[in-house]
């Protein structure tokens, strides 16, 4: 089956800590996103991939940091100058870079890591 | 700057009765598309249905439609025959080149 797996479910941290979520897809495809969920909120993006070892700032960058080696990995690093970690991190991909392809934008989304600081 | 509006935090139905979640937006780009998508208590987003600013007629996908009035920069979602699985969050989307938004959400309880 295809689909996008992140790991782990949940995320228990140390203040001063950096620690990488991982996300990957099979489903091939071009474009994969980083998205940070707070209680009662919507999603805010933080970083977003078009290609291989290529990515690009979102609205929330800082305190962030990615890469992506292959087109099925998007790792995301949360680094300890992140003031306020705890939060659900939800990793998508999409066929095409969003707003570029119609339908074809559409973003599928993993699981979720549910990260805490303590 | 794009924004999304979804001014019911929370609503009700009844089983099998059809609803109807708000969603407005504000964006200068002519090309855009909405999106909704569900969110379980699971935490994982499940993409529902699309609508292209350009396309004539409304979308549907099964129970799921959208009521799309370009010219008030609305774009409603009509669940019909609502189920108990249904209850959830709804979160409205807009993407145009180079941006995406989503909306705050709107939580929504099916009652038996």
């Known amino acids: 089956d295809g689909g996008i797996t992140q790991s782990p479910k949940y995320l228990f941290r140390k203040e001063g800590q950096n620690v990488t979520l991982s996300c990957e897809q099979n489903?091939?495809?071009?474009?994969m996103y980083w998205y940070r969920q707070d209680p009662g909120q919507g999603l805010r993006l933080i970083y977003y991939?078009?290609?291989?070892?290529?990515?690009q700032k979102g609205d929330i960058a800082e305190g962030y940091s990615v890469s992506r080696e292959k087109k099925e990995s998007f790792p995301l690093t949360v680094t300890s100058a992140q003031k306020n970690p705890t939060a659900f991190y939800l990793c998508?991909?999409?066929?095409?870079?969003?707003?570029?392809?119609?339908?074809?934008?559409?973003?599928?989304f993993g699981p979720g890591t549910r990260l805490t600081v303590l | 700057a794009q924004k999304i509006t979804q001014t019911q935090p929370g609503m009700f139905v009844q089983e099998k009765e059809a609803v109807t979640l708000d969603c407005t937006y504000d964006?200068?780009?002519?090309?855009?598309?909405l999106f909704w998508y569900k969110q379980p208590s699971s935490g994982e987003m499940i993409f529902l249905i699309y609508?292209?600013?350009?396309?004539?007629q409304n979308a549907t996908e099964g129970r799921y439609s959208l009521n799309f009035q370009k010219a008030r920069k609305s774009a409603n979602l009509v669940i019909s025959a609502s189920q108990l699985g249904d209850s959830a969050m709804y979160f409205c989307?807009?993407?145009?080149?180079?941006?995406?938004?989503f909306g705050p959400g709107t939580s929504l309880s099916v009652i038996p």
């Open positions: 998508a991909s999409s066929p095409f870079l969003y707003g570029t392809s119609g339908v074809k934008d559409t973003q599928y």
């Open positions: 489903l091939n495809h071009d474009a």
């Open positions: 991939s078009q290609i291989v070892n290529d990515f």
């Open positions: 964006t200068s780009d002519p090309s855009y598309g």
């Open positions: 609508q292209g600013s350009y396309d004539q």
């Open positions: 989307a807009v993407t145009s080149y180079d941006k995406v938004i």
